[in-house]
């Protein structure tokens, strides 16, 4: 479900550098923002893929309903990602407000209208979709390939990388998240953790485990490098 925030967030012009594109124009694009509420969808699979989104504040999951009943995460988007790309007319993933979050849309039909005739733009849209293609590839390769306590330490480590700040890594999705991420159980991501915790990897600063120290990322980058 869609919600406004205020008044102010009717669509108004935006330079392009603002949702994180670059153009060698000055084409003004507009722009809504809209929060959706923890657990709210944003957009459903096979649904118009009519705008793009950016992550102001929040975080989000984009996920498939596989023929068994059971979900795939296919990514988490946090503040500054862009999601919603696709190569075709419709949504391939589902997603959903992981907290209540606030994105920035742009409709597709305006950003390829500027594309068409921006050559440095079209360049961003492809960056971005090649960027997307090799996270693909990577979690193609993280469920195929390595053992349960090498995607927990894969995933710390793109964790780490999008989200720590202050010393800490705030993790906004529950480990059931995690877990279907990662190809896992439940039970397996809460051993894994554990386990880093016990080698003194990392630690726990509250009761829900969600925020991380992580007290060793070089023996936590030789646990994800492991064969």
């Known amino acids: 479900m869609q919600v406004h925030l205020t008044s102010a967030s009717l669509p108004r012009p935006h330079s392009l550098s603002e949702f994180g594109m670059a153009a060698a124009s000055n084409s003004r694009i507009f722009l809504s923002e809209f929060t959706y509420r923890r657990g709210s969808e944003i957009y459903g699979e096979k649904e118009p893929a009519e705008y793009i989104y950016q992550v102001k504040s929040g975080a989000v999951r984009s996920y498939k309903l596989l023929s068994d009943g059971r979900r795939q995460i296919g990514a988490f988007h946090v503040p500054g990602d862009i999601f919603g790309l696709e190569n075709g007319g419709v949504h391939r993933f589902t997603t959903e407000a992981l907290v209540d979050t606030t994105a920035r849309l742009i409709r597709r039909e ?109 023996q936590l980058a030789a646990l994800d490098r492991q064969n």
Request: proline residues 2%.
């Open 110 to 218: 305006s950003l390829d209208a500027v594309a068409g005739s921006d050559g440095t733009l079209t360049m961003s849209l492809l960056c971005m979709t090649t960027t997307n293609l090799r996270h693909a590839e990577d979690h193609m390769l993280l469920l195929g390939r390595k053992t349960s306590l090498e995607r927990v330490a894969a995933f710390l480590i793109e964790m780490d990388r999008r989200l720590t700040a202050a010393g800490i890594l705030a993790l906004p999705m529950p480990r059931r998240d995690i877990a279907d991420y990662l190809g896992l159980t439940l039970e397996t991501v809460s051993r894994s953790l554990s386990h880093l915790r016990e080698l003194g990897v990392l630690d726990f600063i509250d009761n829900n485990q969600r925020h991380i120290v992580l007290l060793d990322r070089k």
